[in-house]
């Protein structure tokens, strides 16, 4: 417990608020610490205003150290934790249903000491359930729910950078557009069971892109249930889902998203001869694939049925079509099982991207 001495009616001091930080980075740290003058509000703010870099710095020394739980505490005991972060303070005390947890902040402490020590990872821990404050809500049988708190805290975090500055700088963009990223993402992973099809664990490793590996580390810093079974199976949930996205890639690697003929249906179906644009049409359907608009390596009747149901985005007229070629495109697909139905909604920006499995 940090020894705190708070004398109101002082004039505003920021090196009050510098000395608080510095105690709460050598507390994570784990070195000897003294007592500390607990600093207001307006000292805190006169840091900011001073040297918000020089407070961010303490910061990202207390959330990447070993004693990081302890170094959070004292932020909280000192009064700093309010002031900068009323977001995350505001945790504290908030039940969220579980019997394991007292509160969200002592979750949101755990999930932080267990996720792999690098910024973006441990930031993105602290702010990960913010938006549980906002989006609480308890069903008649009592069961507590936060529908589309990761949404709600992404905002949350974008109005808080927008207060702070903390990642402002030019070197701090990747930092800030991951942290952002793992917040509004950070509960697709443990959404995951084995009724996802090959083309949903395509669709999810390509949406969560170069963050995957990130976005995998903090779903295992997530999962602190103190049941050692329930979190057995969670930790296993994430090693199938990250063997079946390696698996797919490897095979995806050798195999081309197109199947071989899907060429020459295209021709029939739209009465083209060997040209450059059945090159483009093929290449605008590798784009769709990319895209999520329909999956890859099915039947080239499905290719066909796409290209004659978007002819306008391809460049064709479906008027000009070969009727008989088109009918015979959906008996095929039809007779083989495939659902002719396809998507046509591309792949959501993620600035506000839904946090549903794929």
Excluded at 199 to 223: K, N, Q, T, W, Y
Excluded at 302 to 315: E, I, M, R
Aim: include cysteine; charged fraction near 30%; aromatic fraction near 8%.
């Amino acid at each position: 417990m940090t020894n705190v001495t708070i004398e109101p009616a002082k004039p505003a001091k920021a090196d009050r608020a510098f000395d608080a930080f510095e105690h709460a980075a050598q507390r994570a740290e784990g070195r000897s610490v003294g007592s500390v003058e607990g600093a207001s509000l307006e000292d805190v703010r006169a840091a900011i205003d001073l040297d918000r870099f020089r407070v961010r710095s303490a910061l990202d020394r207390v959330i990447v150290s070993e004693g990081c739980e302890d170094g959070l505490d004292d932020l909280a005991e000192t009064g700093c934790l309010q002031v900068v972060f009323p977001e995350v303070h505001a945790m504290i005390g908030f039940g969220d249903g579980e019997w394991r947890h007292k509160d969200v902040w002592k979750h949101t402490k755990q999930v932080v000491r267990q996720a792999e020590s690098r910024l973006e990872i441990r930031w993105s821990a602290l702010f990960h359930d913010i938006g549980k404050i906002k989006t609480r809500s308890i069903a008649p049988d009592g069961t507590v729910h936060f529908l589309g708190h990761a949404e709600v805290g992404t905002r949350m975090f974008d109005k808080l950078e927008r207060r702070l500055a903390f990642f402002s700088r030019s070197d701090d963009e990747a930092l800030r557009r991951t942290v952002r990223f793992l917040i509004l993402h950070h509960l697709r992973a443990n959404q995951y069971d084995r009724g996802w099809t090959d083309s949903a664990v395509r669709r999810f490793a390509r949406e969560m892109g170069p963050h995957l590996h990130d976005l995998f580390c903090l779903s295992r810093a997530d999962i602190t249930t103190k049941r050692p079974e329930k979190k057995r199976r969670g930790l296993s949930q994430l090693d199938e889902l990250q063997d079946r996205i390696a698996v797919l890639a490897a095979e995806d690697a050798k195999l081309p998203p197109l199947p071989s003929g899907v060429g020459n249906a295209i021709m029939a179906a739209f009465g083209l001869k060997p040209s450059r644009r059945v090159g483009e049409i093929k290449f605008a359907l590798e784009r769709a694939i990319e895209a999520g608009a329909l999956e890859e390596r099915l039947p080239s009747a499905a290719y066909v049925l796409f290209a004659y149901d978007h002819a306008q985005d391809f460049g064709l007229s479906a008027h000009d079509a070969n009727l008989g070629a088109i009918e015979a495109a959906r008996h095929e697909l039809a007779h083989a099982g495939y659902d002719a139905r396809f998507e046509a909604d591309a792949v959501l920006d993620d600035t506000e991207q839904p946090c549903g499995a794929p």
